[in-house]
C-alpha cells in the first residue's frame, strides 16, 4: 500500500492525486493526524474532504486521545514545557509522531508499505526529504517523494475544480495557526488575527517558566514584545508570510522609520536575525 502523509496542505493533497492516477486508489491511503478546529482551520478540513470525495477514499485518522479539543499549547501546558528531550517540540510528538508510531505498528508490522510525503524540489525542501526518508529508513520504512522524484500530471487543485485553503491567503502551509515552531513573522499574524491564541499562548509561557522563542541572549517572551506588535498594527504593517521573513521585517523597518514611530528598530533587526519563518517541518 501507498500511504500518503495527508496533512491537509496542498502538497500532500497533489501526492494523493498522483498516487491514485498512478498506482489506482485501492492502493493508496489517506493518513491524517486531525487536529482540533481551534488551530486547524475550517477551510483545512474542507480541503481534505473534497480531495478525498474527488478520490474516492475515506480519509484514516490516527489521531491523539483529545484530538478535537487540545491545542499544541495545551499539550505543552499539561507536560509542562515546550519540548522533548531531544529538542522536538513536545505538540508534534504529542498530536502527530505518537499517533504516527502507533498507527505503524498497529497497521504496518512487517513494514511493507510505502510512506508518501509532500516535500516539494526547493533546496530547504530536499534537505528535510533527506532527512526524513533517513528516520524512517532507520526504522525501516519506505519513502518516497512524488513533488521531487515523480513525473506530475496536476500542478494545482484548481485543475479538477477544488480551491486550495484559504489559510494560503495569509500563511504559506497548512499547519496549525499558532505554530510553535515558527518564527516571530508567524506569531505577528496571530497577534493581529487570533489574539485568542496569542493570549493562551502567554499564559502558557507563564504556566511553564519559559518562553516558546528566543535570541542570543536567552528567552523572549511574547509578552515582551506585545506593545511592538500593537504599534505595527497601528501602522498597517500587514500580516502575511507570502514574503520572506528578512524581507518582511526589513519592510517593516522602513514603515517605521518613514512613519517616525517610537520603535527602536533594533528590536525588529533580533526578529529578522532569529526569525526562522514557518513551520514545514510538522510531519509524523
Request: glycine letters at 6%; hydrophobic letters at 35%.
Amino acid at each position: 500500500m501507498y500511504v500518503i502523509l495527508y496533512s491537509g496542505g496542498h502538497s500532500s493533497a497533489l501526492c494523493a492525486i498522483e498516487a491514485v492516477r498512478l498506482y489506482g486508489k485501492e492502493k493508496v491511503i489517506l493518513l491524517n493526524h486531525d487536529i482540533t478546529n481551534k488551530v486547524e482551520d475550517a477551510d483545512i478540513k474542507r480541503f481534505k474532504t473534497d480531495v478525498a470525495n474527488y478520490l474516492g477514499l475515506p480519509i484514516t485518522y490516527a489521531n491523539h486521545e483529545q484530538w478535537d479539543t487540545a491545542t499544541p499549547i495545551d499539550v505543552c501546558v499539561d507536560a509542562g514545557a515546550w519540548k522533548v528531550g531531544n529538542g522536538q517540540i513536545l505538540c508534534t510528538n504529542r498530536l502527530k509522531t505518537a499517533p504516527f508510531k502507533r498507527w505503524l505498528n498497529e497497521n504496518d508490522p512487517d513494514k511493507q508499505n510505502i510512506y508518501i510525503y509532500g516535500f516539494d524540489s526547493s533546496p530547504k525542501e530536499r534537505a528535510r526529504a533527506q532527512r526524513r526518508a533517513q528516520i524512517m529508513g532507520l526504522d525501516g520504512y519506505k519513502t518516497e517523494f512524488p513533488m521531487i522524484s515523480w513525473v506530475k500530471t496536476i500542478s494545482v487543485t484548481k485543475e479538477i475544480g477544488i480551491d486550495p485553503p484559504m489559510t494560503y491567503k495569509r500563511f504559506k502551509h497548512a499547519n496549525c495557526i499558532g505554530c510553535l515552531k515558527a518564527g516571530w513573522q508567524h506569531w505577528y499574524i496571530v497577534y493581529c488575527e487570533r489574539p485568542d491564541i496569542w493570549q493562551a499562548a502567554k499564559i502558557g509561557e507563564y504556566e511553564i517558566g519559559y518562553a516558546i522563542h528566543k535570541d542570543d541572549d536567552g528567552p523572549v517572551y511574547l509578552e515582551d514584545k506585545e506593545h511592538l506588535f500593537k504599534k505595527m498594527k497601528n501602522a498597517g504593517i500587514e500580516p502575511t508570510e507570502h514574503i520572506s521573513a528578512s524581507k518582511f521585517w526589513s519592510q517593516a523597518k522602513k514603515t517605521i522609520n518613514h512613519l517616525n514611530l517610537d520603535i527602536s528598530t533594533s528590536q525588529l533587526d533580533m526578529f529578522e536575525k532569529h526569525d526562522d519563518g514557518v513551520c514545514l517541518d510538522c510531519i509524523a
